[in-house]
Structures are given as structure tokens and as C-alpha cells.
Nanobody, 125 residues
Framework: VQLQASGGGLVQPGGSLRLSCSASGGAFESYVMAWFRQAPGKEREFVAGIGWSGLTTYYADSVKGRFTISRDNAKMTMDLQMSSLELEDAAVYYC???????????????????WGQGTLVTVSS
């Protein structure tokens, strides 16, 4: 499975940005998918996750109400709509796929076998 993240860029605080992750190979429709981010000097952290059907979503407390995760299994894509961006949201954002999801592990980096290359989100005035 190959994942490619895109959509990063420079945005002002309060602005919006939409990230996309495209997958090739594998059984995308059966994977739990997620977005993580890593800011300079910090550990990679969970941002949002989505179950295989798209009906179940998970969010870090820091992004709840501002970010929306979605997926299109037919297109093998996953998006992250980010709104009301804050300075603290600046990071490299990674998409990830978990082909063997287990209950309660969606927020753990170790649960994900496949990672995209990352896309940089810069929030600055």
C-alpha cells in the first residue's frame, strides 16, 4: 500500500485548508485510516481517524469541532478539512493506514503499518 498526502500550504490563523490522502494498492476499503501530525521538536500525534465505512470517526480533543475527516472508498482517498486553524496546528501532516484494526488503538502510531510522506501545514500571519 502506498499513501500520498497532499494539500498542505501556508494559511493565516483562522483560515481553512483541505488535506487529501490517496492510496494505491491494498484493500483500502477495509483499513482504518488516520491523520497524524508532527511539529518540530515534538512527537508525532494523532489528529483524526476514520473507520472503514466512514461512519465512525475519531478526533483529538485539540481539533474537535474544527477538523472533519472523510473518506471515499471508491476513489481510495481520505480527506481532512481543517477550519479555524491555529498557530498550534502548524506541523507536517501524515496519513496512515491500519490494515488490522483493533479496538481502542486508532490513536496509536504503532497501530499503523503504512504511512504517507507527509505534507507541511504552516499557519502564520
Amino acid at each position: 500500500v502506498q499513501l500520498q498526502a497532499s494539500g498542505g500550504g501556508l494559511v493565516q490563523p483562522g483560515g481553512s485548508l483541505r488535506l487529501s490522502c490517496s492510496a494505491s494498492g491494498g484493500a483500502f476499503e477495509s483499513y482504518v485510516m488516520a491523520w497524524f501530525r508532527q511539529a518540530p521538536g515534538k512527537e508525532r500525534e494523532f489528529v483524526a481517524g476514520i473507520g472503514w465505512s466512514g461512519l465512525t470517526t475519531y478526533y483529538a480533543d485539540s481539533v474537535k469541532g474544527r477538523f472533519t475527516i472523510s473518506r471515499d472508498n471508491a476513489k481510495m482517498t481520505m480527506d481532512l478539512q481543517m477550519s479555524s486553524l491555529e498557530l498550534e496546528d502548524a506541523a507536517v501532516y501524515y496519513c496512515a493506514a491500519d490494515p488490522n484494526p483493533r479496538s481502542g488503538t486508532y490513536h496509536q502510531t504503532c497501530a499503523y503499518d503504512y504511512w504517507g510522506q507527509g505534507t507541511l501545514v504552516t499557519v502564520s500571519s
